[in-house]
């Protein structure tokens, strides 16, 4: 929503104008903010951030998914008092591998009334995740040709730290070069949980 990072990978856009589409959503609507890009890349105005929270809060009908992969800057500017929570702004943080785990410390130290992971795709075991005001956890693995492989015994893991910790946990797909066939089956059964309150319908 409002934001694009184009393919040359190095020019960031901002597009301010689509900041009045949820205004127009008549019915509650699940609004990915940055599927293609990153809201907190460091090239982005915080102005224009401040600008995306504002319409997020005068929608509270519509629940709101803001993924990053610069959990530094999230905590940054949220500590500095730049970003108001609402329930229906969900925060997230992708989280691929163990080099980077410590993304999920950063989460859970903002404001953020409702947190999430995504690991996906999953590269690698993560062991002993402080799953701590965590509200939920994605996991799938890589599609599409030169997919990288997810081990089951991964998944599995994580899968029990969410049932020890008492996180929804919710299984994406296996992936791979054939990720229809592949299917999305752990032990015989899928796994499609969803915390309680009403703001985490997102995975419907």
């Known amino acids: 929503m409002g934001m694009e990072k184009y393919l040359n990978g190095f020019d960031v856009t901002i597009h301010p104008e689509t900041l009045g589409e949820p205004y127009k959503l008549k019915k509650p609507t699940l609004i990915f903010v940055n599927s293609m890009s990153d809201l907190f890349h460091r090239d982005v105005p915080v102005e224009f951030i ?29 500590k500095e008092g730049l970003l108001e929570w609402t329930e229906n702004i969900w925060a997230g943080v992708t989280v691929e591998d163990s080099s980077i785990i410590e993304r999920i410390d950063l989460l859970r130290q903002t404001r953020a009334i409702n947190k999430f992971l995504s690991c996906e795709p999953l590269l690698s075991a993560l062991p002993e995740m402080n799953l701590e005001n965590i509200n939920s956890v994605v996991v799938g693995g890589e599609s599409g040709p030169g997919a990288r492989p997810m081990k089951e015994e ?6 029990d730290q969410c049932l020890e910790a008492g996180v929804s946990f919710f299984f994406k797909q296996w992936g791979g070069v054939r990720k229809k066939e592949a299917g999305r089956l752990i032990e015989g059964r899928t796994w499609d949980e969803k915390p309680k309150k009403r703001e985490l319908t997102l995975f419907e």
């Open 154 to 159: 991964w998944v599995l893991d994580i899968r």
């Open 50 to 78: 401040q600008d995306v929270f504002r319409v997020m809060k005068e929608n509270p009908q519509h629940l709101f998914l803001v993924l990053t992969k610069r959990a530094d800057i999230l905590l940054k500017y949220d």
